[in-house]
């Protein structure tokens, strides 16, 4: 008998009259939104201008999010094309089934599009957004606790999770929360990220690569405690080899970047240190201009008080 468990909400879905608020699109929703926030007082920190993530994520976020559903239609096309599926369910974004390399690899792909309209160099855009992104995919992973998926192994303790669905196979019990694992190790990578970039001062896009490479650390021991169906090659399951794989090619990234260029940008958006100090220019002026007030209006103190003498 379980003394504790993690329960599942009992369904994914609340109607508001006709309109439904599904729990897993609204994780993406809002973690979407920490990683433009905290990416632009990251950008605006390394003397870039407010607002220049955002625009940028205009390009990033809808291309990562087909990207990271093709990777997941791609690796499981027998959930949507085998005998008995419906190919339509394909399209059902709200319903699950994001792959966070396709995301990536596609929204680098929106971003680099989004940074060359606007002359920014895109090492230094995905160095400030790093750190935010992690903290995405810790926000989105509540979103397979909605759903009741993407779980472990079965297990007794105290934080597993109850899984309460019958639906697509599923076994009701407790399992390892997965998901939940995730999760914190994102915080965690989040907080590496963050602090590395502060200690080593990391440019030319190695933070992006210490964050893809610690991501890849934990998604490889975590997706080895899953037990959805998945495909596998030489005994490990696609999304492990993939880690393994992701994971050596940022620390070779790492490794050479430094090597071939030390230090960080000292200019990360042309012309936004000019209007910076075009401002700073215009409080000097100002206060030129008061201080010439001030020493007209001596002299006019002067010329008053001279005339009363006289």
């Not at 690796?75 to 974004?93: H, Q």
């Not at 750190?131 to 007794?156: C, H, M, S, V």
């Not at 933070?207 to 030489?234: K, P, S």
Request: charged share 20%; with cysteine; proline share 5%.
């Amino acid at each position: 008998m379980e003394l504790a468990f993690i329960p599942s909400p009992s369904r994914g879905v609340l109607y508001l009259g006709p309109v439904p608020l599904r729990g897993y699109a609204f994780c993406i929703i809002i973690g979407v939104f920490v990683a433009v926030w905290l990416g632009n007082k990251r950008w605006v920190a390394r003397g870039g201008r407010s607002g220049t993530v955002a625009d940028i994520a205009v390009w990033a976020v809808p291309f990562g999010l087909v990207g990271g559903r093709l990777y997941h239609v791609i690796t499981d096309y027998e959930l949507y094309f085998s005998e008995g599926r419906d190919w339509v369910d394909a399209f059902k974004i709200w319903e699950g089934g994001l792959g966070i390399w396709g995301a990536i690899a596609l929204g680098a792909l929106g971003a680099w599009i989004g940074c060359r309209r606007r002359g920014i160099p895109m090492p230094a855009y995905a160095d400030a957004v790093a750190p935010g992104i992690a903290l995405a995919q810790a926000i989105g992973r509540w979103g397979n606790w909605f759903n009741q998926e993407l779980y472990g192994k079965p297990t007794d303790l105290p934080w597993a999770l109850e899984i309460t669905s019958s639906a697509d196979g599923r076994v009701p019990g407790t399992y390892h929360p997965t998901f939940l694992y995730e999760s914190l190790w994102c915080i965690g990578v989040a907080v590496l990220v963050i602090w590395a970039d502060r200690r080593f001062r990391l440019g030319h896009g190695r933070a992006f690569a210490l964050y893809v490479a610690a991501y890849c650390a934990g998604r490889g021991w975590i997706e080895y405690m899953r037990v959805d169906d998945a495909h596998h090659i030489l005994g490990l399951r696609l999304n492990v080899w993939t880690a393994i794989l992701v994971f050596l090619l940022a620390v070779a990234y790492l490794v050479i970047s430094a090597k071939k260029s030390p230090g960080r940008e000292e200019v990360v958006e042309p012309g936004a240190e000019a209007s910076g100090g075009e401002a700073a220019k215009g409080e000097k002026a100002g206060d030129g201009a008061d201080e010439d007030g001030e020493a007209k209006d001596d002299e006019a103190k002067d010329g008053a008080g001279s005339a009363k003498k006289t």
